[in-house]
């Protein structure tokens, strides 16, 4: 049994605006103007493993997850941002929340960051 191949392509759709799924597949369509293989090809020669193994891995890793949003934002940045929920409630004031906000939109604002162009 041979390792399956998969083609990297760019793809925009088309969809429709009433698509249950037209948030996921406009993600799918800017993502794709990326080339993942720069940072994958880097990463390669600076650690010695092969290019295949390393996007094996990306994929295995973040695909086999379990949940979608955690291929958005990863386990570690889901436990970060509540511990900031957490946080701001235990101490239960106003300005402990408006501090978590802040906290909060900068996390988000990293996280959109490579959207923006």
Do not use: C, H
């Amino acid at each position: 049994m041979s390792d399956p191949s998969v083609e990297l392509i760019r793809w925009d759709g088309p969809w429709s605006q009433d698509d249950p799924d037209a948030n996921f597949k406009a993600d799918v369509a800017l993502y794709s103007k990326l080339d993942p293989l720069t940072t994958i090809t880097s990463l390669s020669r600076n650690l010695g493993i092969p290019v295949g193994a390393l996007a094996r891995y990306v994929l295995a890793r973040w695909a086999s997850a379990g949940a979608e949003s955690l291929l958005f934002v990863g386990p570690s940045v889901v436990t970060r941002m509540w511990e900031q929920f957490e946080s701001a409630e235990t101490i239960g004031t106003d300005d402990a929340r408006l501090a978590s906000y802040e906290i909060l939109r900068q996390m988000v604002a990293w996280l959109k960051s490579p959207l923006e162009t």
